[in-house]
Nanobody
Framework: QVQLVESGGGLVQPGGSLRLSCAAS???????????MGWYRQAPGKERELVAT??????NYADSVKGRFTISRDNAKNTVFLQMNSLKPEDTAVYYC??????????????WGKGTLVTVSS
């Protein structure tokens, strides 16, 4: 099993910044390689949506966050970050970390964190 633990959420004013972190942990059997990591979010009454993903040297962003959010990764620490700048009230949501992990039995599995709440409000 692989655990994803998010941190860094909180309350911020419009125009402010937050940095989310997500660390993956598990046994050496469970984590042979982490192929992609990403962030999704779910606002009240809405479906979960992709925010950003990173795989190798490639990144992908939702149009709504392009130019404001930056995803990065520390492979040595199995950690993914999301730097969020120029935050807007519509960014308010629970942010979930996602990882696609291959174990030593060559099976790729998808894991989710429990989420961290980001509230943008004055």
């Amino acid at each position: 099993q692989v655990q994803l633990v998010e941190s860094g959420g909180g309350l911020v004013q419009p125009g402010g910044s937050l940095r989310l972190s997500c660390a993956a942990s598990g046994s050496s059997f469970s984590i042979f390689s982490i192929n992609a990591m990403g962030w999704y979010r779910q606002a009240p009454g809405k479906e979960r949506e992709l925010v950003a993903t990173i795989s190798g040297g490639s990144t992908n962003y939702a149009d709504s966050v392009k130019g404001r959010f930056t995803i990065s990764r520390d492979n040595a620490k199995n950690t993914v970050f999301l730097q969020m700048n120029s935050l807007k009230p519509e960014d308010t949501a629970v942010y979930y970390c996602n990882a696609m992990v291959t174990s030593r039995d060559s099976i790729e599995r998808t894991y989710w964190g429990k989420g961290t709440l980001v509230t943008v409000s004055s």
